[in-house]
């Protein structure tokens, strides 16, 4: 059985650090695009973040949390990470680890066929 499993979220003061973390299992990711995404209460799943298959060090972010936002993979943990820094109120969503099998990094949701259940990031102003 397929799964990734993300961690690390919870509840967080404007200005302040969480970092990520998803585990996958059931199969090796290491030559999966990895991403990240958020959902918050009445809005569109929006992307956060996404890095290269295997040893790339390509990585995408979104324009609003770019220079706050790192994503990282350790492909012999079969894992992947964002730290972010410098959180803000408008950062509070569900974020979801992904994962996709295109050749390039993807931002478009609907490319990931891998998706964890989520884990919750609170920031409180």
């Known amino acids: 059985q397929v799964q990734l499993v993300e961690s690390g979220g919870g509840l967080v003061q404007a200005g302040g650090s969480l970092r990520l973390s998803c585990t996958a299992s059931?199969?090796?990711?290491?030559?999966?695009?990895m991403g990240w995404f958020r959902q918050a209460p009445g809005k569109e799943r929006e992307f956060v973040a996404a890095?290269?298959?295997?040893?790339?060090?390509?990585?995408v972010y979104a324009d609003s949390v770019k220079g706050r936002f790192t994503i990282s993979r350790d492909n012999a943990k079969n894992s992947v990470y964002l730290q972010m820094n410098s959180l803000k109120p408008e950062d509070t969503a569900a974020f979801y680890c992904?994962?996709?099998?295109?050749?390039?990094?993807?931002?478009?949701?609907?490319?990931?066929?891998?998706w964890g259940q989520g884990t919750q990031v609170t920031v409180s102003s």
């Open positions: 059931g199969r090796t990711f290491s030559s999966d695009v």
């Open positions: 890095i290269g298959r295997g040893s790339s060090s390509s990585t």
């Open positions: 992904a994962a996709s099998q295109r050749f390039f990094v993807v931002a478009d949701a609907n490319a990931y066929e891998y």
